[in-house]
T-cell receptor
């Protein structure tokens, strides 16, 4: 089955700096890669996602890149703000393929991002 | 309006009891999920369900069972609770199987 590795486990940056979180996946059948932000006491919130037919996607200060050959994808946050502090999770899924596990997200272990004012 | 809601938010119970967690989504989605988040924040899929198919993660004990009275609800029943069941349980829903929207979570504590 799919296995997702995420690094680093903790990341501390100064306000205004950039933050990068990296993930690798093992199953070449995975075709959908979302990123979630989880604030304390809340459920994970989808912040950006990318499909396997796209190499890069950007939404304001956040961007995600995907390298299918190397089986890794990354989250980039620019001009970080204190409200970006949270735990970020990457995930992988085989959404449009075949098999009983379609749509089941396999998560990385999370990165705790702290943005210092 | 809350898109995915869960009740209760906190659940404290003793070992051996049976409990249920309710989940409702008002997004009109076809597929619902249950995830477990352990004390180290690791999120793991337990079940996915649409009106055609229930997919169970093979590592989930059969003491856990999802029940769907209709497309907007997927409740989680847990029998004979054990200490190791203590965790935060999240319900999620999706229209396409891609974008999944999570509820606020239910923190279960088994004493």
């Amino acid at each position: 089955g799919e296995n997702v590795e995420q690094h680093p486990s903790t990341l501390s940056v100064q306000e205004g700096d950039s933050a990068v979180i990296k993930c690798t996946y093992s199953d070449s059948a995975s075709n959908y890669f979302p990123w979630y932000k989880q604030e304390l006491g809340k459920g994970p919130q989808l912040i950006i996602d990318i499909r396997s037919n796209v190499g890069e996607k950007k939404d304001q200060r956040i961007a995600v890149t995907l390298n299918k050959t190397a089986k890794h994808f990354s989250l980039h946050i620019t001009e970080t703000q204190p409200e970006d502090s949270a735990v970020y999770f990457c995930a992988a899924s085989n959404v449009w393929g075949y098999g009983g596990s379609q749509g089941n997200l396999i998560f990385g272990k999370g990165t705790k991002l702290s943005v210092k004012p | 309006d809350t898109a995915v809601s869960q009740t209760p938010k906190y659940l404290v119970t003793q070992m051996g009891n049976d409990k249920s967690i309710k989940c409702e989504q008002n997004l009109g989605h076809d597929t619902m999920y249950w995830y477990k988040q352990d004390s180290k924040k690791f999120l793991k899929i337990m079940f996915s369900y649409n009106n055609k198919e229930l997919i169970i993660n093979e590592t989930v004990p059969n003491r856990f069972s999802p029940k769907s009275p209709d497309k907007a609800h997927l409740n989680l029943h847990i029998n004979s609770l054990e200490l190791g069941d203590s965790a935060v349980y999240f319900c999620a829903s999706s229209k396409t199987g891609a974008e999944q929207y999570f509820g606020p979570g239910t923190r279960l504590t088994v004493t």
